[in-house]
T-cell receptor, first 116, second 111 residues
């Protein structure tokens, strides 16, 4: 079954703890993205990666970190430095180049993080 | 900087009535615009893109560069159209498929 898998779906953590959200894809896509979804604010880009071992900050990268050691995986760590970490996190992937794709992003089901 | 604005947070219409979701953008170059939809308990997915000039599920959207708008329209709304809709913009080609999303509009189609 091809697609993007995010885990866990729900996560509760105490304030001050780091937490890592998993994102795996078997679509053979080069590019992967992390978005944060908040009510009324839409989706905001946290980090993105167009190729293995390379990633770029998005619009709201502060307090987050990522790694891209394998093409299939793009985990996101929400650190204790993130001031408002409670949110819904969406991972997505796409072919790297606009010319080889349609501009379409393929999304996972999301992970809801609640910091107590 | 690129920005996408969806002024309506909620649109409530009756079945069979027309529905129009507004989307305005700011971008200095030539953008590519998209509409994404999230139905209840489903993943966010692409609905349509302006370069395809296609109608999907009865929805159409026209890019108006003069007004910097990409409004989504459907002449006769159906109950299954109830969902969250996001307008998105892709700008600089070097950034690949990185998208900037609007705040979203929730559509509720009443029977």
């Amino acid at each position: 079954d091809g697609g993007i898998t995010q885990s866990p779906k729900y996560l509760f953590r105490k304030e001050g703890q780091n937490v890592t959200l998993s994102c795996e894809q078997n679509l053979n896509h080069d590019a992967m993205y992390w978005y944060r979804q908040d009510p009324g604010q839409g989706l905001r880009l946290i980090y993105y990666s167009h190729i293995v071992n390379d990633f770029q900050k998005g619009d709201i990268a502060e307090g987050y970190s990522v790694s891209r050691e394998k093409k299939e995986s793009f985990p996101l760590t929400v650190t204790s430095a993130q001031k408002n970490p409670t949110a819904f996190y969406l991972c997505a992937s796409s072919p790297r180049d606009r010319g080889s794709g349609t501009g379409e992003l393929f999304f996972g089901e999301g992970s809801r993080l609640t910091v107590l | 900087a690129q920005r996408v604005t969806q002024p309506e947070k909620l649109l409530s219409v009756f079945k069979g009535a027309p529905v129009e979701l507004k989307c305005n953008y700011s971008y200095s170059g030539s953008p590519e615009l998209f509409w994404y939809v999230q139905y209840s308990r489903q993943r966010l997915q692409l609905l349509l893109r302006h370069i395809s000039r296609e109608s999907i599920k009865g929805f159409t959207a026209d890019l108006n560069k003069g007004e910097t708008s990409f409004h989504l329209k459907k002449p006769f709304a159906q109950e299954e159209d109830s969902a969250m809709y996001y307008c998105a913009l892709s700008g600089i080609k070097a950034a690949g498929n990185k998208l900037t999303f609007g705040g979203g509009t929730r559509v509720l189609v009443k029977p």
